[in-house]
């Protein structure tokens, strides 16, 4: 991973997107299909633009303000319209700087730990997103990620693809998940919320699960991987220190994540309450140990 210095079980893989292990691998697991640009960017732009390390990134919601598979009055799904904007973000990151060639994205459903899971990659398979498709867990539903966590509640993607019985299981797929894409790498890196609640106050349940669920991940693999853990929501709260061409990655990617929840007809996050988080990314590094071999 490309630190921006802050102000601060195997599966097989579909033939198309796999490729050769890369020396470096990051991880970016967040709760919703927006969290990585507002809160871990220019991280994020600058490792899928490293050509020589594959970037994953993790979406374990489907983010749909409890819709499920609803249109919420439009003509598209909600949760689709989010997905295409991380997507469309995703996109404008392989071919940023006039590449070409690499912003076509092939779908697969990998079955991981028994689970379905919808994967993106690009064509050098260097670029990679998943979709959990988990119920969002902020609009007091009766199943979330934090109610797998803190009551054993069985929670199930909201397109019915699959189901997760009890927290141990899904943070065995996590471990899957993170075995298969880093197999070979010398260097991972997780990139997730900060779970210290004195360091990162007031965060989204999803985004704190997420989180806990890929800490218990490592746990079970390897003390290695090293770890940038982000203030999220509070950064609205504390001084700007994103700027220059870090600001101008920023504002671009989410521009493309807005563009594509727009093409889907649903309103866009392009605002007064998410912008300023922009001009803000916090978070502290937790180096791993020992040599990776997962």
């Not at 033939?15 to 969290?35: E, L």
């Not at 899957?176 to 990139?191: M, P, T």
Request: glycine letters at 8%.
């Amino acid at each position: 991973m490309k630190i921006l210095t802050p102000f601060c079980l195997l599966l097989a893989l579909a033939s198309s997107a796999a490729t050769a292990a890369t020396p470096t691998t990051s991880f970016y697991a967040v709760g919703h299909q927006d969290d990585w640009q507002l809160f871990m960017n220019p991280n994020a732009f600058n490792d899928v633009r490293e050509t020589t390390a594959r970037t994953v990134i993790v979406h374990t919601t489907a983010g749909d303000a409890g819709v499920g598979t609803g249109n919420a009055g439009r003509s598209q799904p909600y949760y689709l319209a989010r997905e295409e904007g991380a997507l469309r973000a995703l996109r404008f990151m392989k071919s940023a700087y006039r590449d070409v060639g690499q912003q076509q994205l092939q779908r697969t459903v990998p079955t991981i730990n028994g689970h379905p899971i919808v994967r993106y990659a690009s064509t050098d398979g260097r670029a990679v997103m998943y979709f959990l498709r988990l119920p969002d867990g902020g609009v007091g539903g009766s199943q979330s990620i934090a109610l797998l966590k803190t009551a054993g509640t069985p929670v199930s993607a909201i397109d019915g693809s699959t189901t997760y019985s009890t927290w141990a299981n899904f943070t065995a797929t996590l471990a899957a998940l993170v075995r298969a894409e880093a197999s070979g790498s010398i260097d991972v890196w997780f990139n997730l919320a900060d779970t210290d609640a004195t360091l990162n106050p007031g965060d989204h349940t999803d985004h704190v699960y997420t989180s806990q669920a890929m800490q218990e991940a490592r746990a079970a693999l390897s003390t290695c991987i090293n770890q940038a853990l982000y203030v999220e929501y509070d950064t609205k709260n504390r001084p700007d220190n994103v700027g220059g061409n870090n600001l101008l990655t920023k504002v671009a990617t989410w521009g493309a994540t807005n563009s594509g929840i727009a093409d889907m007809d649903h309103a866009n996050s392009f605002d007064n309450d998410h912008n300023p988080w922009l001009t803000r990314t916090y978070y502290r590094v937790l180096n791993g140990t020992g040599d990776c071999a997962l």
